[in-house]
């Protein structure tokens, strides 16, 4: 499966900013989805991940509250709604699909495929 993350930008603190993973090659019902993000000088670290049909997430404890996960089958494209923005979300943020995987992986791992990242920037 290929995958094309998009919607990074620069936002002020306290403003929201919607990525969005866009899917080709394979249904997207049939893999798992997550968004992981990586800041300079740190590992790459899980923010969020989704079940094959949408009814399960899971969340770092550092977004839980104002991060989204989403997907739409029908358009084989996952979202992530980052709402109430801090300058300690300012990363490279990159989805990824696990397309062996039943529940949700937290570590890269457990993904097989991966994306390019956007950058989000979020200024004080």
């Known amino acids: 499966v290929q995958l094309q993350a998009s919607g990074g930008g620069l936002v002020q603190a306290g403003g929201s900013l919607r990525l969005s993973c866009a899917a080709s090659?394979?249904?997207?019902?049939?893999?798992?989805m997550g968004w992981f993000r990586q800041a300079p000088g740190k590992e790459r670290e899980f923010v969020a991940g989704i079940s094959r049909s949408g009814d399960s997430t899971y969340y770092a404890d550092s977004v839980k509250g104002r991060f989204t996960i989403s997907r739409d089958n029908a358009k084989n494209t996952a979202y992530l709604q980052m709402n109430s923005l801090k300058p300690e979300d300012s990363a490279v943020y990159s989805c990824?699909?696990?397309?062996?995987?039943?529940?949700?992986?937290?570590?890269?791992?457990?993904?097989?495929?991966w994306g390019q990242g956007t950058l989000v920037t979020v200024s004080s």
């Open positions: 990824a699909a696990a397309t062996y995987a039943w529940t949700i992986p937290s570590k890269p791992a457990g993904y097989n495929s």
């Open positions: 090659g394979r249904t997207s019902s049939n893999y798992v």
